[in-house]
C-alpha cells in the first residue's frame, strides 16, 4: 500500500491542482463500514457529512445489486430491461402525482443541466431566477446559474440571463425572520418585472428547498409557494433541486420540497440516489417530457444502465426496509435538541438549523453583529476530525458547521459528536 506521503506527492504530479482535500493534514481513507470511515492507521472516524453514502458505506445490499447485475448484464439504454422500468417506476411510487416520467443521467450536474435545457426548449428563453450563493453543478452551463462559483474565487460574475435573487436567509438575509418569504418571493417577482422590461420572459427559477453550500439554509415559510405561483403565473417552470436534500434526509418528508408545501415542474436528484454510485436524474411531467420530445435524441451512454438502476433500486428498499426515513427524523430532532442545547452554552454559536439529518450551525464572533467566524469554523472542523468526527464548513461566510451523515446516524452518534464539540468549544 502506498504511504500518505507518496499518494500526495504523486497526487500533486498527476492530478489537476484545482482539486482539493479536507482538513489541514489530509486523511488517508481505506475503508468505509457503516457510518464510519477507517484511515490507513486503522484508526476510525465518524462520518457526519458524507450525505451520498446516504444508506451508509459499503452497504451490503448496495455492493450485492451492483455485483449481481454486473455479473449478468451492463448497456446502454436502447434495449428493453426490466432493471431500468422497475426501478422508474419505484421511484415516481416516492414522488407526488404527475411526475412520473424520468430521464436517466450520472450526476447532479448532467441532470440540472438537462432539466435547463428541457425548461428552456418548453419555454423558448432562457431567463434563468437562481438564488444568491446556489451551487447547481460543475458543468459551464451550471456555473453560469451558481452564484456559489461564478462569484466566488476565479468567477467571472452572472451571464446576463442569469437573475439572482438575495439569500433567503431568515437569520442574516436581507430580510430576516421565518416569515420572511413573501418578501423574498416579491425579489423573485422583481426580477421577473427586469426580465419582462428587457422584452424577454423568464424560463425558469430553480433551487434548493433548503440550500446545501448556501449554508445549510432552511427557507423561510411560504417562499417557493409564493414564488413558484408568481413564476408559474409569468409562463416560467419551477425546478426543485433535490441533489443533496432528497430520499427521507428531511426526516418529516421524502422530498425537501415538501417541507415548503410545492409541487416542482422539475425534480433533479442525485448523490445519494446511488450510495456513491454515479446515478442521478430528472423527474417530470408527462406533457413536459412529451413536449420536450421534440424529434432529437436524448441519448446517454451510461444513464440508466441496468447496474446504475439495481444500485439505485436497492437504496430505495433500504430506505424503506430499515426505515431511515424515520431514523433520520427521530435521530435528527435529537441532535438539533442538543446542538441548541450547545447554542445556549457558547456564544459563538449564533443559529441551529435544519430538518432531519440535514442540520447547520452558524457561528459567529458577535451574536449583534452576527459577523462571521469563518477561521474559527475551520479550526472546529479540524479539531473534530483529530477526535475522530468528520463534518465540514460551507456558506458564504464560511461560517456554518455542516452536519449531514449517513442516514443510519445513531442517538450514540449524535451523543458522541455533541459531546466532542462541546469540549472543543469550551
Ligand atoms: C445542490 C447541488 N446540486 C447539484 C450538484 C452537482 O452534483 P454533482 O457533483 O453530482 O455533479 C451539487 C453537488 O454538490 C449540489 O450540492
Redesign the pocket.
Known amino acids: 500500500m502506498l504511504n500518505k506521503k507518496t499518494i500526495q506527492s504523486f497526487r500533486e504530479t498527476h492530478l489537476a491542482p484545482s482539486l482539493s482535500l479536507s482538513y489541514n493534514d489530509p486523511l488517508h481513507i481505506v475503508k468505509g463500514e457503516g457510518q464510519f470511515l477507517y484511515d490507513g492507521d486503522g484508526n476510525q472516524y465518524l462520518d457526519a457529512v458524507n450525505n451520498i453514502q446516504h444508506v451508509g458505506h459499503c452497504h451490503p445490499k448496495v455492493v450485492a445489486a451492483a455485483t449481481t447485475q454486473y455479473q449478468k448484464l451492463n448497456t446502454n439504454t436502447r434495449y428493453l430491461d426490466e432493471t431500468r422500468v422497475n426501478y422508474a417506476q419505484a421511484l415516481t411510487d416516492k414522488l407526488p402525482d404527475g411526475l412520473d416520467v424520468c430521464f436517466f443521467t450520472n450526476?447532479?450536474?448532467?441532470a440540472?443541466d438537462l432539466a435547463l435545457r428541457i425548461a428552456r426548449h418548453i419555454t423558448q428563453s432562457k431567463e434563468t431566477i437562481v438564488l444568491d450563493a446556489a451551487?447547481?453543478?460543475?458543468l459551464s452551463s451550471?456555473i453560469e446559474i451558481s452564484p456559489y462559483k461564478h462569484d466566488g474565487k476565479g468567477g467571472s460574475g452572472a451571464p446576463d440571463f442569469v437573475h439572482v435573487i438575495p439569500r433567503p436567509d431568515p437569520y442574516r438575509g436581507k430580510y430576516r425572520g421565518e416569515d420572511s418569504g413573501k418578501s423574498y418571493a416579491h425579489e423573485v417577482q422583481m426580477a421577473m418585472d427586469k426580465i419582462q422590461e428587457s422584452g424577454k420572459r423568464v424560463s425558469v427559477f430553480i433551487a434548493?428547498s433548503l440550500m446545501?453550500?448556501g449554508g445549510q439554509l432552511v427557507l423561510p415559510n411560504g417562499f417557493l409557494k409564493e414564488s413558484f405561483q408568481k413564476v408559474r403565473e409569468a409562463g416560467g417552470l419551477c425546478i426543485a433541486?433535490e441533489?443533496?436534500i432528497g430520499f427521507g434526509r428531511m426526516g418529516d418528508h421524502f422530498w425537501g420540497f415538501e417541507t415548503q408545501g410545492v409541487i416542482p415542474d422539475i425534480v433533479?436528484m442525485?448523490?445519494s440516489m446511488g450510495n456513491g454510485h454515479p446515478l442521478?436524474a430528472v423527474v417530470t411531467t408527462r406533457s413536459i417530457a412529451d413536449t420536450f420530445n421534440n424529434g432529437m435524441e436524448y441519448f446517454n451512454s451510461f444513464g440508466g444502465n441496468p447496474v446504475s438502476c439495481a444500485v439505485g433500486h436497492a437504496v430505495l428498499k433500504v430506505i424503506e426496509e430499515e426505515e431511515l426515513q424515520q431514523n433520520a427524523k427521530e435521530v435528527g430532532d435529537y441532535l438539533k435538541s442538543m446542538l441548541n442545547e450547545l447554542k445556549e452554552k457558547h456564544s459563538i454559536i449564533g443559529d441551529v438549523r435544519g430538518h432531519g439529518l440535514f442540520l447547520g450551525e452558524e457561528l459567529v464572533r458577535d451574536l449583534d453583529s452576527l459577523e462571521p467566524a469563518g477561521n474559527e469554523a475551520e479550526q472546529i472542523v479540524n479539531s473534530m476530525k483529530e477526535k475522530g468526527i468528520l463534518i465540514s464548513t460551507d456558506g458564504p461566510d464560511h461560517n456554518v458547521l455542516k452536519i449531514k451523515p449517513p442516514m443510519i446516524f445513531t442517538r450514540e452518534n449524535a451523543l458522541f459528536l455533541t459531546e466532542t464539540l462541546n469540549e472543543i468549544l469550551s
Open positions: 450526476s447532479g450536474s448532467e440540472n451551487y447547481h453543478g460543475n451550471l434548493e446545501g453550500c433541486d441533489v443533496q433533479t442525485g448523490k442521478s
